[in-house]
Structures are given as structure tokens and as C-alpha cells.
């Protein structure tokens, strides 16, 4: 079992940034690759950006590439994601997640493991 929790997310101004950390216990985190999924009301849960086990490979969608940034600490057990330039169309619900099989590019019905959920709100 793996316990993900994410911290970080609040409100900020178009065009700001945020940071947000997920810290895990439980299982080897260096086994596992790891992402953040983003689900905004009314819309089904999306892939934002992955990272691989040693943290050698990232992976992004389209509409955050070039905007965040996705790194993992495996001394500290923590995955973050830097978040730059943000945009209304940025808010959601932000989920951290683990996939033992995955490589960078997680996919949803193969995540493992989610974490609570943070809330982002980009106001224009």
C-alpha cells in the first residue's frame, strides 16, 4: 500500500504560479512512477505530467507543456509539479498518483495509487 498526499494547491491570479508537492510512504516510492491527473468540474480526470522511476523521463500533455515542470526527490519520497503561466482553463482538482508498471506517461485506468486531491483556482 502507498499513501499520497498532496499540498500546495490555492488560488492565484492568471499568469502566477504554484507549486505543488506530494509526499508518499508506504512501498519502495523509487518502484513506482509517478504523475499528477487533473479533473475540473463536469469533466472526466486527465493526465497532466508523469515522471519515470529514477526520474529520467518526463512526460507532459499538450496544454501544460512548456508551463510546468514535473520532478521527484526519491531520498525524500516526493514528487512536485511546478506550475508557471497558469491559466484559468489550469483549474481543477489536482491528484497525485502512482503506477507500478508505468513509465512516464501514466495512464489512467493503470494508476496504483491516488492521492486526495488539491484544489488550484486561476482567476482571470
Known amino acids: 500500500q502507498v499513501q499520497l498526499v498532496e499540498s500546495g494547491g490555492g488560488l492565484v491570479q492568471a499568469g502566477g504560479s504554484l507549486r505543488l508537492s506530494c509526499a508518499a510512504s508506504?512501498?519502495?516510492?523509487?518502484?513506482?512512477?509517478m504523475g499528477w491527473f487533473r479533473q475540473a468540474p463536469g469533466k472526466e480526470r486527465g493526465f497532466v505530467a508523469g515522471i519515470s522511476r529514477s526520474g529520467a523521463r518526463t512526460c507532459y500533455s499538450d496544454s501544460v507543456k512548456g508551463r510546468f515542470t514535473i520532478s521527484r526527490d526519491n531520498a525524500k519520497n516526493t514528487v512536485s509539479l511546478q506550475m508557471n503561466s497558469l491559466k484559468p482553463e489550469d483549474t481543477a482538482v489536482y491528484y497525485c498518483a502512482g503506477d507500478y508498471y508505468g513509465s512516464s506517461c501514466l495512464t489512467l485506468s493503470q494508476v496504483d495509487y491516488w492521492g486526495q486531491g488539491t484544489q488550484v483556482t486561476v482567476s482571470s
Open positions: 508506504g512501498r519502495t516510492f523509487s518502484n513506482y512512477a
